[in-house]
């Protein structure tokens, strides 16, 4: 083709590693659910800016001031309850039906994934739509009440409820970091879409794929710390390059 760009190059590489692959995983950051209006964390308008990580997302913060910390996720459940997924999580859920060995993880904890049809699916990062009792009973469930009927949230057991999220300094739950790294080790294509590849253990997932031989394509309109280290890193959107790169992977 004359006047084949580096970028073309590196889409062509990428869906060519995609038709042929069967084991493929996926790790995703805030950037996959930009497009659906959910503002990212490290962005120019991201949560982080308005918010400190080290204020809010962790254990501490929570201990001191709880109800500082459930103003900032129930603000994050408001803002989120009316979004829907778009079409970067349309193509990854319909990737997972094309290819037997499919696996998603994501850093996200909006629920966009399951919400497009994501089945194999780790959300390593938890979710902000379960609570969890730090009480007596610790139990884990589901609650999309928006608002909540009060801040901090009470279990009927009387103890305190958190957002079901892993924060700084926690760990992650050790059966979703298996299945991921499980799936990472095995993959013979790793797409590393809409994250700044910063917060660990998700993104030591690609350089563990690589390892083994995986082909690393990474989708960001940003360079990040991965870029180097990906076969091909695609400048775009995801919204844009998934759907196109299922397209012509098909
Ligand atoms: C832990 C809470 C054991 C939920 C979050 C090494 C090993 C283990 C731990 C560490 C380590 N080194 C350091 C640590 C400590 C820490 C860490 O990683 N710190 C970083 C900051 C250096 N890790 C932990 O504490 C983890 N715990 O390992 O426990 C332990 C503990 C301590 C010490 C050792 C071991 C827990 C990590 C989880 C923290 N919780 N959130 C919530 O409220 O959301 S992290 C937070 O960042 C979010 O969960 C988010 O998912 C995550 C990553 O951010 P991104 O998703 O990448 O979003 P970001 O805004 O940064 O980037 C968006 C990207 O999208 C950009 O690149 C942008 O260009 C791109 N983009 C924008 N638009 C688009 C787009 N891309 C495509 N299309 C678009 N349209
Ligand atoms: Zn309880």
Redesign the pocket.
């Known amino acids: 083709m004359t006047g084949v760009t580096s970028i073309d190059r590196a889409f062509q590489a990428a869906t060519a590693r995609l038709k042929a692959a069967t084991r493929i995983m996926a790790l995703t950051?805030?950037?996959?659910s930009?497009?659906s209006g959910v503002p990212?964390?490290?962005?120019p308008e991201?949560l982080w800016r308005q918010f400190r990580a080290e204020d809010l997302?962790t254990p501490e913060a929570f201990e001191r001031d709880p109800r500082l910390v459930w103003e900032w996720y129930a603000s994050r459940r408001e803002r989120l309850a009316p979004l829907l997924p778009n079409r970067a999580h349309a193509a990854l859920a319909a990737l997972e039906g094309r290819v037997p060995g499919f696996l998603l993880a994501t850093?996200?904890?909006d629920g966009l994934h399951a919400a497009a049809g994501s089945r194999a699916l780790v959300e390593l990062?938890?979710s902000?739509w379960r609570l969890r009792c730090v009480g007596e009973c610790g139990q884990a469930r589901e609650d999309r009440r928006v608002p909540l009927p009060e801040l901090p949230p009470r279990c009927a057991c009387g103890g305190l409820l958190r957002p079901d999220?892993?924060?700084?300094?926690?760990?992650?739950d050790a059966g979703a970091v298996s299945r991921a790294f499980g799936a990472a080790e095995s993959a013979e294509v790793v797409l590393v879409?809409?994250?700044?590849?910063?917060?660990?253990?998700?993104a030591a997932l690609p350089q563990a794929a690589r390892a083994r031989g995986a082909f690393v394509v990474e989708?960001?309109?940003?360079k990040?710390p991965l870029s180097a280290l990906a076969d091909v890193s695609l400048r775009g959107?995801?919204?844009e390059l998934l759907p196109a790169l299922l397209e012509a992977a098909a």
């Open positions: 950051g805030a950037g996959v930009a497009e990212t964390f490290r962005g991201g997302a850093q996200n904890v990062h938890g902000l999220v892993v924060w700084f300094g926690e760990s992650l879409i809409g994250t700044s590849s910063l917060v660990f253990p998700a989708v960001n309109p940003e990040t959107r995801a919204a």
